[in-house]
């Protein structure tokens, strides 16, 4: 059975391949399922879970495939909850990562200390049939601080600056099966995993 992965993130795409290694299914790309390359959907919800909720809905139905998709950013409290949904464009349309961690810790309050900086990976993830009807929602969640100063070359985004609070070590300085074991998408998508299996194979 095929699963059509929603997103053209490669980050994303070798940790749902990872996390969603199950007998007779078959992860693909939305390339791979006959989408446009410029096929997207905008993200008008207001929570990660109504953003995933619509990514799966749109993805499913455009491409008539079961769809995954997923949510996810990060929420620092000295930044009120910010950049949360806004992750990826935070510092505006087309930045790099790079681009992003610096904007972010520009607006970080100088004087408080790297672990007084709390903050949160939070990620949903929707599972929907090609009819657009969803069948399951999980959420994920990873606490940590942030750092000032970025450490390990692994992973994406905000990963070099998000320090895992049962880890002591950035994401980026994770390996795969670490971040996978402490990470807010790979604990959302560990929570979906058994229904999707029974899904698959009842």
């Known amino acids: 059975m095929k699963l059509l992965v929603a997103t053209n993130n490669p980050g994303k795409l070798a940790e749902m391949r990872t996390l969603l290694n199950l007998p007779d299914l078959e992860l693909v790309t939305p390339l791979e399922a006959g989408l446009p390359a410029d096929f997207g959907v905008e993200e008008t919800g207001s929570t990660f879970e109504e953003n995933a909720v619509l ?105 070099p600056i998000f320090v895992v609070k049962t880890a002591n070590r950035t994401l980026a300085e994770l390996s795969g099966t670490e971040k996978d074991l402490y990470s807010h998408r790979g604990n959302a998508v560990t929570r979906i995993r058994p229904f999707i299996k029974k899904y698959v194979r009842p």
């Open 55 to 159: 990514k799966a809905v749109q993805y499913a139905q455009a491409a008539h495939l079961l769809a995954l998709a997923d949510d996810s950013g990060l929420e620092v409290d000295a930044l009120d909850g910010q950049p949360g949904v806004f992750s990826k464009r935070f510092a505006g349309e087309g930045k790099t990562d790079q681009d992003r961690i610096n904007f972010l810790l520009s607006k970080l309050p100088p004087d408080l200390p790297d672990e007084q900086l709390t903050a949160r990976f939070v990620a949903a993830v929707a599972f929907a049939n090609p009819a657009g009807e969803i069948l399951k929602v999980e959420n994920g969640f990873c606490e940590g601080f942030i750092t000032r100063q970025q450490r390990g070359t692994n992973g994406f985004g905000y990963d």
